[in-house]
């Protein structure tokens, strides 16, 4: 993943074409290793090829696998926590001063002096 991004991070920045050393220099730069059977696996993997190109054909290759029963729960979500909301807000405003009461208490000294 740190070599495709590397490699998205040097085109973002005007670069075409990266080359291995432009990887190197991108992923030393952060200090992370760079492992080059890696970085020439993905430069030959797109060599020729418009990145934008890859990234939509990924998308649509992505669309078609299921991703689980997040939908139903978030779907019937809104409809319950519309009614919890206010009481969820007015919980929020009181941990806020019971924290800033809190706070004032301790005088910074640790819980574990």
Do not use: H, Q, W
């Not at 050393?21 to 992923?27: A, E």
């Amino acid at each position: 993943m740190k070599v495709i991004a590397a490699y998205l991070l040097a085109v973002l920045g005007g670069n075409a074409c990266p080359s291995a050393d432009d990887l190197r220099n991108i992923l030393g730069s952060v200090g992370a290793e760079a492992d080059d059977d890696r970085i020439e696996f993905l430069l030959s993997e797109v060599k020729g090829k418009d990145i934008t190109e890859l990234i939509a054909s990924g998308r649509e290759k992505l669309a078609c696998v299921p991703s689980g029963g997040g939908v139903a729960v978030a779907a019937a979500a809104p409809g319950a926590g519309a009614a919890a909301a206010p009481a969820a807000a007015e919980t929020k405003k009181e941990e806020k001063v019971e924290e800033k009461e809190e706070s004032d208490d301790d005088m910074g000294f640790s819980l574990f002096d």
